[in-house]
């Protein structure tokens, strides 16, 4: 992804919503359905057996439901969490000074592990419009996707590289790793969509919202078995000279 192209055409917002709020109703009910199953199968078989199951074989069934009920409360925490999460106070943030809070949180972030870090920049003195708390979520959601993204990768890299137009700041976020298939490529935005059993699926969601409360965008490509690139960008505006 060249940092200088222009943006890409989005769909239609109407039909986009309708898109996610598709996916979103099919997560939920994946997720949720599962668990529920399970919960139902676990209570049947502990009601059919009650009195040929001894006191250690009932307490297996039922911190087998409790476990289950568990993962409810997780999803439902998460879908918490996204509305935690939001954009309150926006104020003129430097472009210079936030390249170096992310150069400084990704070092931080992938210090210890093996993951090998390229920063590049392009800047010049101009100012975003933003929340330095929400940009700091989104970026570390982002940097949080790549690291999971190269547990299985010989040689880990993650770029970062920012640059900035006549109008625009894009960050860059690359990595080599497994890369997204393209059946998930359009739903990894979605809240609750995820392949991670232990994660929740919020990250790239709250990123995305985020950045839409900033006027941003996120656009993200992938390549099955060679990397991911997430591209954020924000309007940017030049800095008046005293």
């Not at 309708?18 to 676990?42: C, F, M, P, W, Y």
Request: contains cysteine; hydrophobic residues 40%.
């Amino acid at each position: 992804m060249n940092p200088t192209t222009e943006h890409p055409i989005h769909p239609r917002p109407d039909t986009e919503l309708v898109d996610n709020l598709e996916v979103i109703l099919s997560t939920v009910r994946h997720q949720l359905g599962n668990s529920v199953n399970a919960i139902k199968v676990t209570l049947d078989v502990l009601k059919q057996n009650f009195d040929q199951f001894n006191d250690g074989k009932k307490k297996d069934y039922l911190d087998r439901g409790s476990h289950l009920l568990a993962r409810q409360q997780v999803l439902i925490e998460a879908m918490k969490s996204y509305s935690s999460f939001d954009v309150r106070e926006q104020a003129d943030i430097g472009v210079i000074p936030f390249w170096e809070h992310v150069s400084m949180l990704a070092k931080g972030r992938l210090e210890g592990t093996g993951i090998s870090l390229s920063l590049k920049s392009d800047l010049r003195p101009c100012f975003i419009k933003g929340s330095m708390m929400a940009l700091d979520k989104i970026i570390s959601c982002i940097l949080e996707n790549a690291v999971d993204a190269l547990e299985e990768t010989g040689q880990p890299v993650i770029e970062i590289e920012a640059v900035t137009s006549e109008n625009c700041l894009a960050v860059d976020v690359r990595d080599n790793g497994r890369g997204i298939s393209h059946g998930d490529l359009p739903r990894i935005r979605v809240p609750l969509f995820t392949n991670k059993p232990n994660r929740a699926g919020m990250g790239l969601s709250i990123a995305h919202k985020l950045l839409a409360r900033m006027n941003g965008q996120m656009l993200i490509e992938s390549v099955p078995g060679e990397g991911t690139c997430v591209r954020i960008t924000l309007a940017a505006k030049r800095q008046e000279r005293i």
